[in-house]
C-alpha cells in the first residue's frame, strides 16, 4: 500500500489546478478498476490524470518533470506487454477524455485525431464517405490511437497496408519535460531532415505523451470476401500465399493461418461456433480479399478456389456467403474466450520468423515443451503472410513462465527473428529483447532515452532498464 505523504498531496493539488477535479482520481477512487482486460490485476497508481487537451498534458509534464515524478500513459489498456502497467507511486495519465474526431477531409483522404480516440469509431466515421482507415486488430473496439501509435500496431492488414507506422502522416507529442512537439503535416512526402514522427512509433510511451495525429486514409473496398481454406502441408499454405497474391494483384488483404490445434479449440465445446470445415487438417488459411468489382471478383475468387482444388493445393474450402457468415470465420481466429474458458492461465507469444523455418520451429518448441511439462499445451495461429506468429500456451501445472520463454524466445536469435513482432516489449520481453536487438543498438535507444528524458520519468523500466 502506498501511504500518501504530504508532498503527494501538494503534487495531487497541482494537478487538480491543470485539469480540474473531474481530470483527476485519486489512487484511493481506483479500487476495483481493473488494469486492463488482460491483466485481472487492480488498477494502481498515486492518481489516474484525465486530461482534456495538450496543453493541459504539457503542464501535467511540467510539473512531472520539476518533481521527477513517474509518468505511465494509457490508452485503451489493451496491450499485451505490460506497457502500460503503473504502481502505486505513478502517475497514470490516461488520453480517455482526449477522444474528439477533430476533422475528416475526404478528398485528401486525412482524419485528425486526438490521441484517446478509439480505432472502431475512427472505422465507423470514415466508412460513411466510402474510406477506410487500414489498421484493424481485435481489440479495436477499446483500443486507442494513441495506444496504436506508441505500440506501433500491426493487426490483420499489414500485407496489404503496413503496420501502424505507415498509417500516420503528421504527430503532436508533448515530451518528458511538457515541451509540445507538433508535426502534424498531412502531406504524403516530406523529406525535411530526420524523420522524428517515427521515433515515437513503437517507442511505447517511453520518449513523449502522444497527443494529436494526421491518419492517412484509403478508398474502402467495393466488397471483402472471406475464404476459409484447410491445407494439408506448410509447403502448401507457402505457395497459396504466393499463388492468391499473384493472381489477385493488390487485393489479398489478409492471410492467416490457425493449426489444426487452434481451429479445434475454437470449434469445439468450449466455443459457440460451429467449425465450417473438417477439423483435422493440419492448417487453415483465413483470407480476405477486397473486392473492386463484385460479380467478377467473388466469380474470380470461386475459380481460384476450386482450381485449388482439383490440384489438390487445400482438402476442402468455403467461401463466405454473407457477412454474417465473415464474422463467424473471423471469430475462429480473434475469439480468447475458448482458452480462457477451458484454461486457468495461459501465456501469450507475438514473434516474428522466416515463413520457411515456422512450421519446424513450431514443432520443435512444441517438442520441447511437452517434454519438459507433460501436461502443456500449446496453439499456434497468426498474421502469417507477415511472418507473424502467435502462440496460445497453457503451461501446465508447473506455470514456469521464466522457462517457456526461454523456450519460445531463444532460438529466435539463430533464425533472425524477432521477440516481439506487433505487441512490443513493455516489461514481459524486456529481458529477450538481446535476442532480437544487438548490444550497439539497445545502447543508442538508450542513449536516445537519456537525451530525451534525462530525469527518467516516462514509463521507465519498459522497453529496457537505463
Ligand atoms: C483481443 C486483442 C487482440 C489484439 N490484437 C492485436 C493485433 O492484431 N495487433 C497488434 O499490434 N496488437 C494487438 N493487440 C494489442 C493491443 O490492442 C495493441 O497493442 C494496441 O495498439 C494498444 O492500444 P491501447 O490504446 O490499448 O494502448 P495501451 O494498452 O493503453 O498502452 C500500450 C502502450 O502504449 C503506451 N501509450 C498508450 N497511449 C499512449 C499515448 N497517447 N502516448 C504515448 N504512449 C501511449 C502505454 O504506455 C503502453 O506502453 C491485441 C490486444 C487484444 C486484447
Known sequence: MHLMSSPDQQLLQQFEAIVGPAGILPGAALAGRSAGIWSGQQLEALALLRPRTTDEVSRVMQVCHAAGQVVVPAGGMTGLAGGHESTAADILLSTERMNRIESMDARSRTMVVEAGVILQTVHQRVAEDGLMFALDLGARASCTIGGNIATNAGGVRVLRYGMMRDQVLGLEVVLADGTVVSSMFDVLKNNTGYDLRQMFLGSEGTLGIVTRAVLRLYEAPLAIETALLAVPTWDQVMELLRYFDAALPGALAAFEVLWRDFYQLNTGPFSSIEPPLDTDTPFYVLMDVFISDIDQGRAKLEQLLTSCLEQDEIVDGALAASETERGKFWQIRENFEPEQKKFAKIYGYDISLPLETMADYVES????????????ELFAYGHIGDGNLHFS??????????????????????????????????????????YTRSEAEIEL?????????????LNPGKLFDL
Open 393 to 434: 500456451i497453457y503451461p501446465g501445472q508447473a506455470r514456469d513462465r521464466d522457462a517457456v520463454d526461454e523456450m519460445v524466445y531463444f532460438p529466435l536469435q539463430a533464425l533472425h527473428g524477432s521477440v516481439s513482432a506487433e505487441h512490443g516489449i513493455g516489461l514481459e520481453k524486456k529481458a529477450y529483447l538481446k
Open 445 to 457: 535507444m538508450r542513449k536516445t532515452k537519456r537525451m530525451m528524458d534525462p530525469g527518467n520519468i
Open 365 to 376: 518448441v512444441r517438442r520441447e515443451l511437452i517434454g519438459r511439462f507433460d501436461d502443456a
